[in-house]
């Protein structure tokens, strides 16, 4: 006689913890509980239906009750919840939410993952209006795309910029709507920093979204949302996208241990603190191996990997659990954005000391079509050279160089490492060398201190101070848009023109992309000059670092002319 197990939750978490059980034990006696209509269902697809990329709403059903117990043999109840946990008794107490009645069922084994809960904060007046939604399952989207239609509803503002928020908002303006995204921080995508978000923000703003940075909501009345700055904007619908909280709730009443996140503790095998008790998914906390810090981290390709390591652990089987690093990937209208690992200000947020590159280059042989830069940010610890993050936002794939960052901190790998990383090459998938590779090599000049560098954030400190800026691009190119109060000296004249060069002070160089004020600045070090900086980024970076900003506050520009090519 099998094992008789009871799973708590569908979706990525439960219904793969049931199905790798199921695998390892043929007589085990099995039962998902699932408080919704839908045990198993496509979660980060469920915008695409708004703007009707997903055609069909029953598309993002995955499995029904009736395709696990033919596929598993697993016993699926939906609209049934789980209302308590007899720890003693090792059974629960449910209550079947169709007819009302309670019943009780026992276990041997039990595995929560129940989730987590999008915010609605109490603190907003207005938020419980029958025209504020928010996303979680197939019945929200659903619901929130029949008032959208039924109700020929114009204005919609998102509460929330991060991957829900713009997904949504992304969907909805593809449908046809005026969509205003709100963001309490003065970013999008906290995966990102500031500098590559200001790509995002641009994109958001060139497809006619309305970005308002900085700002709260304090009210959300019949037809328009009441910011903290006391701005007003048009609302015919509201979706709430600020984050989620896990479902915790089941667990605090059964007296397992919460952990310092607020969410439930486990061991490296996802046991809770009650032995026969296993949690994966949304709900629990993880830890974060660069940090060395508990964390919650609500994604799907985690919790399959828990649910597969709590399942083996079940049955004595033990795993390596070697924590998380965050890989994540959000298209934003014609940009593809992915990072990896820790950026910038997390890694100094917790002390680690770092320093980062930015580079560009094709995503393919450059005459092939549809090449375009990739914009590419590499985070190093120093001295070791670790690697510690990414970050990828253009229109190719950027995805698949994420994914050979996150393969290499998984492994400790460092810039040596990452440098003579043999890749694929083809002239319509790449370059002969990758964006990945190029950018370990300008970690290593940085990091043995080959050359010096500033970065775009510096840039207008820079110009404001009236410094020496070299700009080594043709005349051509200068012409076309440059920094106010930058010189021109194009890389082929660099040698014969070192007296307009100082020495007596710092010279900032860049081009479009880094590269030619690279070999610049190696030719100045051969001629004597060691007072000098390369500015990463440089002009590509710079014109976007800038020019969502200079839009919006109508501050003095530092560009004579943007460039994003």
Same mark, same amino acid.
């Given at each position: ?368 079509? @549809?090449?375009?830069? %990739? ?5 190093? /610890?120093?001295?070791? !050279?670790?690697?510690? #993050? +990414?970050?990828? *936002? ?71 101070? @009236?410094?020496?800026? %070299? ?5 051509? /190119?200068?012409?076309? !848009?440059?920094?106010? #109060? +930058?010189?021109? *000296? ?76």
């Amino acid at each position: 006689m099998g094992k008789r197990v009871l799973v708590v939750g569908g979706v990525a978490g439960g219904a793969s913890a049931a199905a790798r059980i199921r695998r390892l034990d043929a007589e085990a006696s099995i039962t998902i509980f699932e408080r919704g209509e839908h045990v198993s269902f496509s979660n980060c697809s469920l915008p695409y239906y708004l703007s009707r990329t997903v055609e069909d709403k029953d598309y993002l059903v995955l499995m029904t009750p009736e395709g696990f117990k033919a596929s598993y043999d697993i016993d699926v109840r939906i609209n049934n919840e789980v209302c308590s946990i007899d720890r003693a008794g090792k059974k629960v107490r449910v209550r079947d939410l169709a007819t009302g009645r309670e019943y009780e069922e026992s276990y041997d084994e039990l595995v929560l993952s129940p989730g987590s809960s999008p915010i609605r904060p109490r603190s907003i007046e207005g938020v419980s209006l029958p025209h504020v939604f928010t996303v979680r399952n197939v019945n929200d989207i659903v619901k929130l795309d029949q008032y959208v239609n039924l109700k020929d509803s114009r204005d919609v503002v998102v509460v929330g910029g991060g991957f829900i928020g713009l997904e949504v908002a992304e969907n909805l303006k593809e449908a046809g709507k005026h969509v205003s995204v709100v963001e309490a921080a003065d970013q999008v995508m906290a995966p990102f920093d500031y500098d590559f978000s200001q790509i995002l923000h641009k994109e958001l703003s060139d497809h006619g979204v309305d970005l308002f940075l900085g700002d709260g909501v304090k009210a959300i009345t019949e037809d328009k949302v009441i910011l903290s700055s006391e701005k007003e904007l048009p609302a015919d619908v509201v979706v709430l996208a600020i984050g989620v909280l896990p479902e915790t709730g089941l667990a605090k009443d059964a007296g397992l241990e919460i952990g310092e996140t607020g969410a439930i503790k486990v061991t490296p095998d996802f046991c809770t603190s009650d032995p026969h008790i296993y949690a994966v998914g949304d709900a629990i906390e993880v830890y974060q191996s660069l940090t060395h810090k508990p964390v919650k981290l609500p994604l799907a390709g985690p919790a399959l990997r828990q649910a597969r390591t709590a399942a083996d652990a079940m049955y004595g089987m033990r795993g390596t659990n070697k924590g998380v690093i965050g890989s994540c990937a959000v298209r934003v209208f014609g940009l593809n954005a992915a990072a990896t690992g820790l950026n910038e200000k997390t890694a100094k947020a917790n002390h680690i000391p770092c320093d980062s590159v930015y580079t560009m280059a094709m995503d393919k042989v450059g005459l092939m079509p @549809g090449s375009s830069p %990739i914009h590419f940010k590499l985070v190093f /610890e120093v001295p070791t !050279g670790r690697i510690l #993050g +990414a970050q990828a *936002i253009g229109k190719g794939n950027v995805d698949k160089r994420i994914d050979v960052i996150a393969t290499l901190i998984a492994m400790n790998g460092t810039l040596e490492d990452l440098k003579e990383l043999e890749l694929c090459y083809s002239p319509v998938f790449g370059t002969a060398r990758d964006v990945v590779n190029l950018a370990a090599l300008v970690g290593l000049n940085v990091l043995h201190g080959v050359f010096k560098q500033v970065h775009v954030s510096e840039v207008r400190g820079l110009v404001e101070s @009236g410094a020496c800026i %070299i700009d080594v691009r043709t005349p051509e /190119e200068f012409e076309m !848009g440059h920094l106010v #109060g +930058a010189v021109n *000296i194009p890389l082929g004249q660099i040698r014969q023109r070192t007296s307009e060069i100082p020495k007596d002070r710092p010279v900032y160089l860049h081009c479009r992309t880094s590269q030619r004020s690279y070999n610049a600045i190696m030719a100045l070090k051969g001629c004597g000059f060691d007072n000098i900086f390369n500015i990463s980024g440089s002009f590509l970076g710079i014109s976007c670092y800038e020019y969502f900003t200079d839009m919006t506050t109508g501050r003095d520009k530092i560009l004579t002319e943007y460039n994003f090519m």
